[in-house]
């Protein structure tokens, strides 16, 4: 049962919904990595004051980003399309692959231009006691990559976690048989 949804006829009751509102745009925001209560508190007071330039904007952006964007098939980035524009493009070397957790970790790689291949996002880590096991993972079509088409190389570039390290050792064990150059 949620208050907001009644109309109100007092001015208290209306003020009690304004804040309930609030309280829930805070704790929302407060549940985005690395944003704590006062950190999306100060988010939600910037958003007041600017209420008539900024958030129409958001919106008009968080539908556009709800509408067009799409997970890529082949590697689990996000695009606008699927392939993403990384796996079509043609300058990039096939054959390597970069193993990677998550797509900020792809993003990071791809700010700092270091590596011309193609990537795979696992969405996640090993960890047993999350209960996360291979399964849970984008590891099956990594696997299956490895087996179908011509890679020589895998760049595992988890984090340096335990479990990034053994989620790492599981599919260089994994990828043994195959032939590849695994770092």
Same mark, same amino acid.
């Given at each position: 049962? !949620?208050?907001?949804?009644?109309? *109100?006829? *007092?001015?208290?009751?209306?003020?009690?919904?304004?804040?309930?509102?609030?309280?829930?745009?805070?704790?929302?925001?407060?549940?985005l990595p690395n944003l704590g209560p006062r950190s999306a508190r100060r988010i939600v007071l910037?958003?007041?004051?600017?209420?008539?330039?900024?958030?129409?904007? =958001?919106?008009?952006?968080? !539908?556009?980003?709800?509408?067009?964007? *799409?997970?890529?098939? $082949? +590697?689990?980035?996000?695009?606008? /399309?699927? &392939? +993403?524009?990384?796996? $079509?493009?043609?300058?990039?070397?096939?054959?390597?692959?970069?193993? =990677?957790?998550?797509?900020?970790?792809?993003?990071?790689?791809?700010?700092?231009?270091?590596?011309?291949?193609?990537?795979? =996002?696992?969405?996640?880590?090993?960890? /047993?006691?999350?209960?996360?096991? &291979?399964?849970?993972?984008?590891?099956?079509?990594?696997?299956?990559?490895?087996?179908?088409?011509?890679? !020589?190389?895998?760049?595992?570039? *988890?984090? /340096?976690?335990?479990?990034?390290q053994i989620t790492a050792q599981f599919i260089a064990d994994s990828c043994e048989k195959n032939?590849?150059?695994?770092?």
């Amino acid at each position: 049962f !949620n208050l907001r949804w009644f109309r *109100t006829s *007092t001015r208290n009751e209306t003020s009690f919904l304004i804040m309930s509102a609030l309280g829930d745009l805070i704790e929302l925001f407060s549940k985005l990595p690395n944003l704590g209560p006062r950190s999306a508190r100060r988010i939600v007071l910037h958003l007041l004051k600017n209420k008539e330039k900024i958030i129409p904007k =958001v919106i008009s952006l968080l !539908n556009d980003l709800k509408s067009s964007l *799409t997970f890529c098939e $082949n +590697c689990g980035n996000v695009d606008i /399309a699927s &392939p +993403c524009s990384i796996c $079509n493009s043609t300058k990039r070397k096939s054959e390597k692959i970069c193993v =990677v957790e998550d797509i900020g970790d792809l993003w990071a790689i791809e700010k700092s231009k270091a590596f011309d291949g193609h990537y795979h =996002v696992l969405g996640g880590v090993l960890s /047993a006691i999350d209960g996360i096991g &291979p399964e849970e993972l984008n590891i099956s079509s990594l696997l299956k990559k490895v087996q179908t088409k011509k890679i !020589n190389e895998i760049i595992l570039a *988890t984090n /340096a976690t335990v479990e990034g390290q053994i989620t790492a050792q599981f599919i260089a064990d994994s990828c043994e048989k195959n032939q590849i150059l695994v770092t």
